[in-house]
């Protein structure tokens, strides 16, 4: 009786600690999940201004708080759902302003300006963006002609936009340079991969050719994997192109399939 009395005495005693060690590392990893959200670069570059609140337990995130703007709660969401750890994200954050309603020019300025924020070859600071019934126009200084062109390229890629007038300048001293990435190089940034799937995500998204498309984003160590299916071959090189600009890319496997 005595002996039984041990063993089960041992049981419990190593059940409490079982469960103590499972209690302590879900804690870990709930604070983990927590404070590696504010250090993504998503978080520290694009949403620095917005008042956001992570919450994880046991690995079920709750956003709560508010954002300048609408697509800035996906970008929260889609990033802390790639940190380790993570098995949900609820969304609960609201925008500090009403959303443009859908077609119209403020909806384009914003659609645009997103979009050209996650790529690496533009200047989306220096570049003003205007519209005027779908018509957008560009104004702002561009590093080379390269530049100025594919920033014309991206915005007139984005959904609901009609044309673009490109006004941007180039200084003489760069014309006929091509400085495309040279900015990029320079800052020597390290992207963490929650942000940059976060970032390939939206820039796919946010691109009329390929908003359609059913593309797996994984990104490890900078190197971006993309899956899923292309309409044709254009619609996966495409992708592959966009992917591959977006800040920290480090390298694109594309092994979309388009059969």
Do not use: C
Not at 159 to 183: D, F, H, L
Not at 192 to 218: C, E, F, P, W
Not at 230 to 257: F, P, Q, Y
């Amino acid at each position: 009786m005595k002996r039984i009395l041990i063993i089960l005495s041992l049981i419990v005693t190593m059940s409490f600690m079982l469960l103590s060690n499972t209690n302590l590392y879900a804690s870990t990893t709930d604070d983990r999940i927590e404070s590696s959200a504010k250090e993504t670069y998503v978080f520290k570059t694009y949403l620095k201004d917005d008042s956001i609140k992570v919450v994880s337990d046991g690995g079920a995130v709750t956003l709560t708080g508010t954002v300048q703007e609408d697509s800035h709660r996906s970008l929260a969401k889609d990033t802390v759902a790639e940190l380790p750890g993570v098995k949900s994200v609820d969304n609960k954050l609201t925008t500090k302003e009403k959303t443009p309603s859908a077609g119209t020019d403020a909806w384009l300025i914003t659609k645009v300006k997103f979009t050209l924020l996650f790529h690496k070859n533009v200047n989306a600071v220096g570049t003003n963006v205007t519209a005027e019934h779908g018509v957008i126009t560009l104004r702002g200084e561009a590093s080379s002609i390269a530049q100025k062109d594919l920033t014309g390229e991206y915005a007139g890629d984005v959904e609901g936009v009609r044309s673009v007038n490109n006004m941007m300048s180039v200084p003489a001293s760069a014309q006929g340079k091509s400085m495309i990435g040279m900015k990029a190089e320079a800052l020597g940034e390290a992207v963490d991969d929650a942000s940059i799937t976060a970032m390939v995500k939206g820039t796919l998204l946010y691109h009329r050719s390929t908003s359609a498309l059913n593309t797996n984003v994984v990104t490890e160590k900078g190197v971006v994997t993309l899956k899923g299916k292309a309409g044709n071959d254009a619609e996966k090189a495409l992708a592959g192109k966009l992917a591959n600009d977006v800040h920290g890319v480090k390298k694109v496997v594309n092994d979309m399939t388009n059969d």
